[in-house]
Nanobody, 126 residues
Framework: VQLVESGGGSAEAGGSLRLSCVASGYFASSYCMGWFRQAPGAEREAVAGIENDGSTAYIDSVKGRFTISQDNAKNTLYLQMNSLKPEDTAMYYC?????????????????????WGQGTQVTVSS
């Protein structure tokens, strides 16, 4: 499985960006897909997760602002980010996992995912 993110860039506070993650191979067989972020000097954190039944989960700081979705026909995962804040600045990664026994797609955290993209930078200025 290979994952390639795109759509990162710079935005002003209050602006929007949409991240995309194209997956090659076995996309439809994924149990969980997720978006993670890592700011300089910080640990990688889960931002949003989506299960293969379409159920989604978000961390509190992005609820109501970010939306995770997937298009199985295009093998693509999305993260729509609205009302961006400077604290959203980070490298954003998509990830996928086929295992069902690692907890839900958000709380299983980075250790619960075994395929990762290379990341795309998001920078939000105040």
């Amino acid at each position: 499985v290979q994952l390639v993110e795109s759509g990162g860039g710079s935005a002003e506070a209050g602006g929007s960006l949409r991240l995309s993650c194209v997956a090659s191979g076995y996309f439809a067989s994924s149990y969980c897909m997720g978006w993670f972020r890592q700011a300089p000097g910080a640990e990688r954190e889960a931002v949003a997760g989506i299960e293969n039944d379409g159920s989604t989960a978000y961390i509190d700081s992005v609820k109501g602002r970010f939306t995770i979705s997937q298009d199985n026909a295009k093998n693509t995962l999305y993260l729509q980010m609205n009302s961006l804040k400077p604290e959203d600045t980070a490298m954003y990664y998509c990830a996928t996992d086929f295992r069902r026994d690692r907890g839900d797609c958000l709380r299983r955290g980075p250790s619960g995912y075994n395929y990762w993209g290379q990341g795309t930078q998001v920078t939000v200025s105040s």
